[in-house]
């Protein structure tokens, strides 16, 4: 017999994973907090704090509710519209349409690669629509990799995290060093953490 998705015992799990979640977050909060006070003379630095911030948690959440492949890809996606929206005053359903056009499932580097060049064609004069192909190219050739040879989903977060830091130095200032060193010690205040919790 199946449970159902109001079973007690879903319910109980359910409340189980939430509470999980919200004890991850904290955690990460205290982190993000303690970087920013740190950094806190430096914007750019404080705007890569957040975006480590929302990376952990969501690579926390899908760990703990055992997102698939998908859902960690779509929720990916999302907040990358969120973001670029925000930072480029275009409207999300812009992106969202590009998304939609795009597709999310791809069994093969061919696929992707055909998807993204169709749409910068179709997007040519808008540098944040090509920005945002750029993107869902990225993040969909590291699923398909990623998927291919077996690797852990955590390998797709770091990539990630290495491109934004690539991006945000492009100009020298931040510097690469000093934002991998951010990444460092996020990393290792969360590992610290989560020793603490045993």
Sequence with gaps: MNTMPHSPENMELQYENQVRVGKEFEKIELVAEKLTEKYK?????????DYLKGMEKLFAQARIDNWTETKVKEELVENEIHFLAIDSGVDEDIFKRIRDDFGMVY???EQVYESAEKLAEKYAACAECLEFIAYMKKVSLLFVEAQREHRDIRTIKESLCKSRIVKLSEDGNPQVETLEGIRMEFEEAMMEMAGNTR
């Design 107 to 109: 069994f093969t580097v």
């Design 41 to 49: 003379e430096y914007t750019e630095l404080k705007g890569f704090v």
